[in-house]
């Protein structure tokens, strides 16, 4: 894995997009069925918007009909970690890019085959490159 990826709120707020800095610095979450990447089904790998490591790949998405882009497994274990998430009176669990801290989404454990799990990110919290994964 790559370095931990340290910046400042300011440097951060530099460099994402107001959207961006919400979700990943803020723990916002994008409203269902806003973001771009929800419906994509191109292959390639999905990484950090803010900081560019690889989360997910194209090929453990599917479609929860949740609104946001799911994935039954990261691409790797090390890449993202979980934490728990007792906000707004729920018991979810967090899922934040291990290099940079950037909250992506929370996972939840009704996922398909073969994981059972399901990684619910949100889309301004990823960016999508093309490949032939
Ligand atoms: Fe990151």
Partial sequence: MSDKVEKSEAEWRAELTPEQFEILRRKGTEPAF?????TKKDAGVYRCAGCGA???????KFDSGTGW??????ADPE???SEDD???LMHRTEVL???CEGHLGHVFEDGPNPTGMRYCINSAALKFEPGDE
């Fill in 34 to 38: 806003s973001g771009e990447l929800n």
């Fill in 54 to 60: 690889e989360l997910f790949s194209s090929d453990t």
């Fill in 69 to 74: 882009p799911s994935f039954y497994a990261p």
């Fill in 79 to 81: 890449a993202v970690r």
């Fill in 86 to 88: 007792r906000s707004f």
């Fill in 97 to 99: 890019c291990s290099s």
